[in-house]
């Protein structure tokens, strides 16, 4: 069956800090890799993923992708307390087009 | 461009009633998923619909149905509802064009409470 699954599950960190959070999955004929934020309403897009080893870097966020060992993170650097929020992976199979496969998210809480 | 919208944003029912969910995706995208978030579960898909018709479906019980028009909206409709169909009712919409790689842009959500 296919899965995501993230870690850590939940997370706290103060302003400034750097934080790396973890994605790891199995699915058959694997598409694509996706990361997105959700604050209490609808998921926001920040990364798609599909070739080993490229960073994606937007701002003070950046993901990578290692399709090898089944895995990617995303790194948030010099945390705000904006980035309070969950962050979620998503991955997509060839052939299953629309269909998403979640994993259960990690809460990041960035304290003053 | 206008985003994905849903209708309605909050919902309250009884059990054993129905309920039917409105989305309207990006214009232009013809593929519209549909997810349910639970704070157990996470989100979890449902169906998806492109021109119409159903390309994939989640496990989900039989009572979860769904269907697309000629325009790309898309509704969703839960049948004879249980308590533990409460929930945040997401759709995400995308071209759903074959050999593209994009991303899925999502809606504000149905949240369904049932008594």
């Known amino acids: 069956e296919d899965k995501v699954v993230q870690s850590p599950l939940s997370l706290v960190v103060h302003e400034g800090d750097t934080v790396t959070l973890n994605c790891s999955y199995e699915?058959?004929?694997?598409?694509?890799l996706l990361w997105y934020k959700q604050e209490k309403k609808a998921p926001t897009f920040l990364f798609m993923l599909t070739s080993s080893g490229i960073e994606k870097k937007s701002g003070r966020l950046s993901s990578i992708l290692d399709k090898k060992e089944l895995f990617s993170i995303l790194n948030i650097t010099a945390t705000q307390t904006g980035d309070s929020a969950v962050y979620l992976c998503?991955?997509?199979?060839?052939?299953?087009?629309?269909?998403?496969?979640f994993g259960k998210g990690t809460k990041l809480s960035v304290k003053p | 461009k206008a985003g994905v919208t849903q209708t309605p944003r909050y919902l309250i029912k009884t059990r054993g009633q129905q309920v039917t969910l409105s989305c309207s995706p990006i214009?232009?995208?013809?593929?519209v998923s549909w997810y349910q978030q639970t704070p157990g579960q996470g989100l979890q898909f449902l169906f998806e619909y492109f021109s119409e018709t159903q390309r994939n479906k989640g496990n989900f019980p039989g009572r979860f149905s769904g269907r697309q028009f000629s325009n790309s909206r898309s509704e969703m409709n839960v049948s004879t509802l249980e308590l533990g169909d409460s929930a945040l009712y997401l759709c995400?919409?995308?071209?759903?064009?074959?050999?593209?790689?994009?991303?899925?842009?999502f809606g504000p959500g149905t949240r369904l409470l049932v008594l």
């Open positions: 214009s232009g995208h013809r593929s």
């Open positions: 699915v058959t004929n694997f598409r694509s």
């Open positions: 998503a991955v997509e199979a060839i052939g299953s087009q629309g269909n998403l496969i």
């Open positions: 995400a919409s995308s071209s759903g064009l074959a050999g593209v790689q994009e991303t899925q842009y």
